[in-house]
């Protein structure tokens, strides 16, 4: 996350933070059974978020001072869920879910939702039913990339310039999902999922924002995840 600062969570709300780049870790929460982790974000000043899922819904918790104490600032009522969160800088923020439901019909869309104010409160963006948005990245306030899975079990990728007022998106042939996206400034960012033989591992590249993606070579790896 920047200066030696990292968090990870799992099963049963466990939250560590290290302050040394991993060699050492404390543990910050444990909220209990029945709450898991879904997704985790943290700025180069410190803040951090969690995506904390129950089975009344999904709550984000956030930090201000380095995961030493914590706030609950949205609760998602169930099936709502999030699974990837995103800073864009300090105050301006951005997370994703996927789409649910029973029956063939979608409960839920998929959503992106955003905050300006360091995550006290939130706004939906874009829900579009059928489409599963699974990962989040975004280099500044105005650039960013979402990826996922269309109805229809392509692999999409969906770009902003304008801090989310306006997306735009991709759909890959030969390309079942993308799980995870990272991004180095606004020109460069890397999308990678699962081939739609449901085998092979897929990366993608581009150095132009999103406009375009170019394959990278995997080798040997058949499983792929930032």
Request: one cysteine or more; hydrophobic letters at 35%.
């Amino acid at each position: 996350c920047g200066g030696g600062f990292a968090l990870v969570g799992g099963d049963e709300g466990q939250v560590l933070s290290s302050r040394d780049g991993g060699k050492s870790w404390i543990e910050r929460l444990t909220l209990g059974p029945g709450h898991t982790t879904t997704a985790i974000a943290c700025s180069q000043t410190g803040q951090a978020l969690l995506a904390v899922a129950t089975r009344a819904g999904t709550y984000i918790l956030s930090s201000r001072d380095r995961g030493r104490t914590w706030k609950r600032s949205l609760l998602l009522q169930e099936p709502r869920s999030l699974s990837g969160i995103a800073y864009g800088d300090p105050s301006d923020l951005w997370a994703v879910g996927p789409s649910s439901g029973a029956g063939g019909a979608f409960v839920v869309p998929g959503g992106i939702i955003a905050s300006a104010d360091g995550g006290t409160t939130w706004i939906v963006q874009r829900e579009t039913a059928g489409r599963d948005y699974l990962d989040v990245a975004f280099s500044d306030a105005r650039h960013g990339w979402v990826v996922g899975q269309s109805g229809d079990d392509k692999g999409v990728i969906l770009r902003t310039s304008d801090g989310g007022c306006s997306w735009s998106e991709q759909s890959f042939s030969g390309v079942a999902m993308f799980g995870a996206v990272a991004c180095a400034d606004a020109r460069h960012a890397w999308a990678v999922g699962k081939a739609s033989d449901g085998i092979r591992g897929v990366a993608l590249a581009t150095n132009d924002g999103g406009l375009t993606w170019h394959a990278c070579d995997l080798g040997s790896y058949q499983t792929t995840r930032f």
